[in-house]
């Protein structure tokens, strides 16, 4: 009896959201990095937290060195002094549920790497 009702509840009455890609783009300059994050919802592009990860090859590694947030469209810096090494800038995956109870999910992204030396 359960079942039925649930296959005959009108359309659009359960909870609804969505999954998202982003793409981090970054760029080099004198004092450290600049960069966007592009996505087609943008709960996924604004505040969002990037991480700067430098890789350690010999040991399968990687090590944290600083982190930024995206401002209302998707736009970041940071200024940041790096030693010789191959560096690439990572977002987490996260999901947001609204108010209304609708999970919207935004998929993580990881930049091009930079070699540094």
């Not at 990860?53 to 947030?69: H, I, K, L, Y």
């Not at 401002?71 to 002094?81: D, K, M, P």
């Amino acid at each position: 009896m359960a079942i039925t009702a649930a296959l005959m509840a009108p359309a659009g009455t359960a909870a609804h959201g969505f999954e998202a890609g982003s793409r981090i783009s970054a760029l080099r300059t004198a004092t450290g990095f600049t960069g966007t994050v592009t996505s087609k919802h943008r709960l996924c592009r604004r505040r969002v937290l990037l991480s700067l990860v430098q890789e350690n090859p010999a040991s399968a590694t990687a090590q944290f060195v600083g982190s930024t947030r995206t401002g209302r469209r998707g736009r970041w810096s940071l200024q940041v002094t790096l030693a010789p090494g191959r560096y690439y800038f990572r977002m987490a995956p996260f999901v947001y549920e609204d108010f209304r109870g609708h999970s919207h999910t935004c998929i993580g992204d990881q930049s091009a790497r930079f070699d540094i030396g």
